[in-house]
């Protein structure tokens, strides 16, 4: 039985080109790129490279680029790094966000409370997800250090209004944007926003490589201490053939953004329709239309999610409940709860997340998803 990989928010199959781009890096051109000789000054260059375009790709100076490990270290230095240099400068002791961001956000947010006597606001969602950009205005106070909030949703995929929080912090606080699902499918450039986080395995590149976009003039103190890499940013030995990789793959995936978005959407809005349409308990979440072009994300009221998720895949079709950070957790899915969603329906929460190069047909997404609710619902 063929299998279709519908959960490409959890991570994309690393691309061929991104590979090709990797291989010398990963082979013949292994050097450190610290290393003063020829091959340690090869693999220089290739990093200055990647940086390079990577810069250009989200519009910003090649020394606000600085690779990470990932989406998670990117938002944990972003939310760390900036709020403790911002007391150590000007004593702040405040952070704004959402409750519904990626845990990698939250859990630096509660670190900071926890161990250096911060102070956190999270500014409410509404029931599509979505925050107020006047009510984060509202929420921010001359001590606080920066804003963070997710660009789309990771789990439902709504998107937030980006130009309304950038007039709601006006340049006063750093505005940090949790961009791991955005990017390949939503402008990166010219958002306004001072720091931009990316991971390389959600655009086709491989896990453990990452990108930190920060605006040079913003105060950062580093989470990794050692040889001072990254500018003094982000100590450790940088992984070339990674950010080669990155590079690459976020070069494709912007240039086919535009083209991709709207065939995408297209699938997901029929997928939408035709899952509300057959299966009466089924329930949207997220916001209607400002949503991520690939994502379709529904309970099912009454069932048990887990099972169901069972089912799809014996019926070929590979989904997820939600965050694949999450996944096993037997606790209801924090961003539903946010929403308002009572807690034993959260537990029913099914995410199918579509592809840049999603060929499926969406007759037998909705056929699967019909009958595994009916199977899981009678008991079969």
């Given at each position: 039985?063929?299998?279709?990989?519908?959960?490409?928010?959890?991570?994309?199959?690393?691309?061929?080109?991104?590979?090709e781009?990797?291989t010398?890096?990963?082979?013949?051109?292994?050097?450190?790129?610290?290393?003063?000789?020829?091959i340690?000054?090869?693999?220089?260059?290739?990093?200055?490279?990647?940086?390079?375009?990577?810069?250009?790709?989200?519009?910003?100076?090649t020394?606000?680029?600085i690779f990470?490990?990932?989406?998670?270290?990117?938002?944990?230095?972003?939310?760390?790094g900036?709020?403790?240099?911002?007391?150590?400068?000007r004593?702040?002791?405040?952070?704004?966000?959402t409750?519904?961001?990626?845990?990698?956000?939250?859990a630096?947010?509660?670190?900071?409370?926890?161990?250096?006597?911060?102070?956190?606001?999270?500014?409410?969602?509404?029931?599509?997800?979505?925050?107020?950009?006047?009510?984060?205005?509202?929420?921010?106070?001359?001590?606080t250090?920066?804003?963070s909030?997710?660009?789309?949703?990771?789990?439902?995929g709504?998107?937030?209004?980006?130009?309304?929080?950038?007039?709601?912090v006006g340049?006063?606080?750093?505005?940090?944007?949790?961009?791991?699902?955005?990017?390949?499918w939503l402008p990166?450039?010219?958002?306004?926003?001072?720091?931009?986080?990316?991971?390389?395995?959600?655009?086709?590149?491989?896990?453990?490589?990452?990108?930190?976009?920060?605006?040079?003039?913003?105060p950062?103190?580093?989470?990794?201490?050692?040889?001072?890499?990254?500018r003094e940013?982000?100590?450790?030995?940088?992984n070339?053939?990674?950010?080669?990789?990155?590079a690459?793959?976020?070069?494709l995936a912007?240039?086919e953004?535009?083209d991709?978005?709207?065939?995408?959407?297209?699938?997901?809005d029929d997928?939408?329709?035709?899952?509300?349409?057959?299966?009466?308990?089924?329930?949207?979440?997220?916001?209607?239309?400002?949503?991520?072009?690939?994502?379709?994300?529904?309970?099912?009221?009454?069932?048990?999610?887990e099972?169901?998720?069972?089912?799809?895949?014996?019926?070929?079709?590979?989904?997820?409940s939600?965050?694949?950070c999450?996944a096993?957790s037997?606790?209801?899915?924090?961003?539903?709860?946010?929403?308002?969603?009572?807690?034993d329906?959260?537990?029913?929460?099914?995410?199918?997340?579509l592809?840049h190069?999603a060929a499926?047909?969406?007759?037998?997404?909705?056929?699967?998803?019909?009958?595994?609710?009916?199977?899981?619902?009678?008991?079969?």
């Amino acid at each position: 039985m063929s299998v279709s990989y519908l959960d490409n928010a959890a991570t994309t199959p690393v691309r061929r080109e991104v590979l090709e781009a990797m291989t010398p890096y990963l082979t013949s051109h292994f050097g450190n790129p610290s290393s003063h000789h020829t091959i340690g000054e090869q693999a220089a260059r290739a990093l200055a490279d990647a940086r390079a375009r990577v810069a250009a790709v989200l519009g910003i100076r090649t020394t606000d680029v600085i690779f990470t490990s990932g989406a998670t270290e990117a938002n944990n230095l972003a939310i760390k790094g900036v709020a403790i240099a911002a007391q150590q400068r000007r004593g702040a002791r405040h952070v704004v966000t959402t409750p519904i961001e990626h845990e990698s956000v939250l859990a630096s947010v509660d670190y900071l409370t926890r161990i250096h006597g911060f102070e956190a606001t999270l500014v409410p969602v509404d029931t599509t997800g979505r925050v107020d950009p006047d009510a984060v205005a509202a929420a921010i106070r001359d001590d606080t250090a920066i804003v963070s909030v997710g660009y789309a949703n990771n789990e439902i995929g709504t998107v937030q209004n980006v130009a309304g929080l950038v007039t709601a912090v006006g340049g006063h606080v750093p505005l940090h944007l949790d961009a791991v699902q955005a990017a390949g499918w939503l402008p990166l450039r010219d958002l306004g926003a001072d720091a931009l986080s990316i991971a390389g395995h959600k655009i086709g590149a491989p896990k453990g490589i990452g990108v930190l976009g920060i605006r040079s003039r913003i105060p950062l103190e580093p989470v990794l201490h050692g040889g001072g890499q990254e500018r003094e940013r982000r100590s450790g030995t940088e992984n070339v053939a990674g950010a080669v990789g990155l590079a690459r793959a976020l070069e494709l995936a912007d240039a086919e953004r535009l083209d991709a978005a709207e065939r995408v959407a297209a699938m997901r809005d029929d997928l939408i329709a035709g899952v509300l349409e057959r299966v009466p308990i089924a329930r949207l979440t997220g916001h209607p239309t400002s949503r991520l072009p690939g994502t379709a994300s529904f309970t099912f009221a009454g069932v048990n999610g887990e099972t169901v998720l069972l089912e799809l895949e014996r019926r070929g079709m590979v989904t997820s409940s939600g965050s694949a950070c999450a996944a096993g957790s037997e606790e209801a899915s924090h961003v539903l709860l946010a929403l308002g969603v009572a807690p034993d329906e959260a537990r029913t929460a099914v995410r199918v997340t579509l592809g840049h190069h999603a060929a499926v047909s969406v007759a037998p997404i909705v056929d699967a998803i019909e009958a595994a609710v009916a199977a899981v619902g009678s008991g079969v």
